[in-house]
C-alpha cells in the first residue's frame, strides 16, 4: 500500500470507531422535548398506547465500550491500520513460516530413523508407510486414483506389472525424475493388412495361432521387437509394455489396440524432485512398493 492509501485506511478505520461511540452516546441519552410527561418516543397508537424511550442498560452500554476499547488495543498490537505493522511486528506469513519450520523440524526427527532403511525395509514399516501414503493421496491420487488402481493411460501402481521396474530404486527413479513413454505412430508405415495383421497377433497376447496372427508376428518382429523385446514381454528401459499378459495401460480391446498402434502414445510421469525432498520421494516410493508386497 502506498502512503496514501495507508492513510485514507488509518483515517477510515479510526473515524469508522469513533463514529460508533458517537452513536452509543447518542443513544444512550434521554432525549429532552418530548411530548407528554412521560419520556416516549413521541409515537402513540390507538389514542393512548405511546412507545417508552427506555435507554439500554449501563451494563449492555458499557459492554460496547469495552469492545470499542479492545479494538483500539488490538490495532495498536497487530497490523490493521495501514501500513503500522503493530507493535511486535506480527504478521500471518512469519507466524505461517515459524509454523511451516517447526512441522519440517518435527518431520526430519521422525523421519532420522528411516534414512538408513531401504525401500523393502521402509514399506514393511508402519510408520514410513503411514507418512508414505498421505503424501500419495495428496500428490498421486490425481492421476492414479486414491486406491492406486489408475485409469487408461495411468498405471495400476498395485499389481507388480511395471513399465518402467518395480524395483526399490526403480520406483525412486520413477517418482524423482519422471517418466515418459515413447509409442511411436505407426499409421503411416504400416499398410492396413499388416496393422490389422499386428493387433491382431497382440490381442492373441503375441500368439500365432492362423494365418492372420503368423503375419502379425512377421510384422511384429520387424517393426516392434525393438522395443517390445522379441518374446513381445516388454523392455522395462524404455517403458515398453508387456504385451504377453492381460494387463493392459490403454486397453486390449482391438479398437484400442488399434488406436494405439495407428497414433501411437505418450503417457507422461510428471518429475517430482522439484516439489517433494528426497526423503519425501523415498517413503512415498516405499508406500507404492508396498501395494504389490503385502
Ligand atoms: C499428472 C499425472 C500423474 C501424477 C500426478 C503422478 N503420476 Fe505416476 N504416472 C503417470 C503416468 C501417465 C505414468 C505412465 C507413464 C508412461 O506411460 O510411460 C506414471 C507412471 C508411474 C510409475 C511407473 C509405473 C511403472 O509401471 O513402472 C510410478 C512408480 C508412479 N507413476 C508413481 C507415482 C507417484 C508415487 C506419484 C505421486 C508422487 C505419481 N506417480 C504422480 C501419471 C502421473
Ligand atoms: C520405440 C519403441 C517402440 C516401438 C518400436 C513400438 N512400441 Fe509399442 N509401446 C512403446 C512404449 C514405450 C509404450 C508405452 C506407451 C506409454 O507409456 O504411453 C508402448 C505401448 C504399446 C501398446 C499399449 C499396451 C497397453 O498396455 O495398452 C501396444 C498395444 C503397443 N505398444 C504395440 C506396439 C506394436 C504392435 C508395435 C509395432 C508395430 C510397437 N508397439 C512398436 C514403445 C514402442
Known amino acids: 500500500m502506498n502512503a496514501m492509501w495507508s492513510a485514507i485506511v488509518v483515517v477510515l478505520v479510526i473515524a469508522n470507531i469513533l463514529g460508533c461511540l458517537w452513536l452509543i452516546r447518542a443513544t444512550a441519552r434521554r432525549r429532552k422535548n418530548e411530548p407528554g410527561d412521560k419520556d416516549t418516543t413521541g409515537h402513540t397508537w390507538d389514542g393512548d398506547l405511546a412507545e417508552l424511550n427506555n435507554p439500554m442498560p449501563a451494563w449492555w452500554l458499557f459492554l460496547f465500550v469495552l469492545t470499542i476499547v479492545f479494538g483500539f488495543c488490538y490495532l495498536t498490537v497487530y497490523p490493521g491500520l495501514g501500513n503500522y505493522r503493530g507493535l511486535f511486528d506480527w504478521s500471518e506469513n512469519s507466524q505461517r513460516q515459524a509454523d511451516l519450520n517447526t512441522e519440517e523440524h518435527k518431520f526430519e526427527q521422525k523421519t532420522k530413523a528411516f534414512a ?21 493421496l495428496t500428490r498421486c491420487t490425481g492421476c492414479h486414483g486414491s486406491d492406486a488402481h489408475g485409469a487408461p493411460g495411468y498405471p495400476n501402481l498395485t499389481d507388480n506389472d511395471w513399465l518402467y521396474g518395480g524395483s526399490g ?12 513413454g515413447n509409442m511411436p505412430a505407426w499409421g503411416a508405415t504400416l499398410n492396413d493388412a499388416d ?13 500365432a495361432s492362423d494365418a492372420k496372427t503368423a503375419q502379425g508376428e512377421k510384422v511384429f518382429q520387424t517393426y516392434c521387437a525393438a522395443c517390445h523385446g522379441a518374446d513381445a514381454k516388454g523392455n522395462p528401459l524404455l517403458g515398453a ?21 495407428r497414433n501411437g502414445r505418450g503417457g507422461q510421469m510428471p518429475a517430482h524432485e522439484t516439489v517433494l525432498s528426497p526423503e519425501k520421494i523415498r517413503l512415498v516410493a516405499a508406500y507404492v512398493y508396498s501395494l504389490s508386497h503385502p
Do not use: C
Open 241 to 261: 509394455p508387456n504385451l504377453t499378459d492381460d494387463i493392459w495401460l490403454y486397453g486390449g480391446t482391438p479398437a484400442v489396440i488399434e488406436a494405439t498402434v
Open 116 to 136: 538408513a532403511m531401504d525401500i523393502p525395509a521402509l514399506a514393511a514399516n508402519a510408520d514410513a508407510r503411514g507418512i508414505g501414503r498421505s503424501i500419495f
Open 169 to 180: 530404486d526403480q520406483i525412486v527413479a520413477s517418482i524423482t525424475h519422471g517418466r515418459r
Open 195 to 207: 496393422l490389422h495383421a499386428v493387433v491382431a497377433y497382440v490381442g492373441a497376447h503375441a500368439k
